[in-house]
């Protein structure tokens, strides 16, 4: 069955030769089995090569047309990317606009008749002359009873313990001031106390000068005589 002898050493290759003649339909080892996975590779080269040309051009060519192609086919695919993430961050939900197209701003009701109910309102209401009336409810109104009465109740304690604080602080700046008052005082009363002992220094002096002079004039009037 075989054309020649195979050797110890080249018992593998025929085998590989004898399997891919029988693929291919020939009775002869006409090539080895090497030879015919590199023509395979080739073959699929040159296929991807003709499918996809640029692809090889652009590796080949950083600076070609095609690479200039696929780097701004990315980057228009990267631009468009951040562009859809900026919209979602910029988009706002549950704003209303007043009859002049005005984005309308959001507060809190304080009210006891309405505790603690947003609603819309107008900038411009705000402004004197008075330019836009719009006033829009956000939430439903609470009923009357328990729950009213627990959010009123917790908003008043709440102001109160706000008050306690505001408080607080003021006896604190309060007791500070005092303690300032204190020093001042006490300053006060040094400079004081150094005045009169200064009064005392000169009245003492002014009683010495005096008791020279009368001597003097004693002891002139002496000789005189």
């Keep these: 069955m075989f054309c020649h002898q195979a050797t110890d050493k080249n018992y593998d290759n025929n085998r590989c030769r004898r399997g891919n003649n029988k693929l291919m339909g020939c009775s002869t080892p006409l090539i080895g089995c090497r030879s015919m996975d590199h023509i395979l590779s080739f073959m699929f080269f040159l296929q991807h090569l003709v499918m996809k040309p640029h692809a090889y051009l652009a590796r080949s060519d950083p600076s070609g047309p095609h690479a200039t192609i696929d780097a701004s086919v990315s980057t228009s695919s990267s631009n468009a990317r951040n562009r859809l993430q900026v919209a979602r961050v910029f988009v706002k939900d549950d704003v209303n606009n007043c009859d002049s197209d005005v984005p309308a701003k959001e507060r809190t009701c304080r009210k006891l008749t309405n505790p603690d109910r947003r609603f819309w309102y107008c900038n411009n209401s705000l ?96 000789l005189a005589n």
């Design 127 to 222: 402004k004197r002359p008075r330019k836009c009336d719009y006033y829009e409810w956000k939430d439903v109104a609470l009923e009357d009873g328990y729950y009213k009465n627990l959010i009123y109740s917790m908003m008043q304690q709440l102001d109160s313990k706000e008050d306690l604080g505001v408080i607080k602080n003021l006896m604190t700046r309060n007791t500070e001031l005092e303690f300032l008052l204190s020093k001042e005082k006490s300053l006060v009363a040094t400079m004081e106390k150094g005045m009169c002992d200064s009064k005392k220094s000169i009245r003492m002096y002014k009683l010495l000068v005096v008791v020279l002079v009368v001597g003097y004039v004693c002891f002139v009037f002496k």
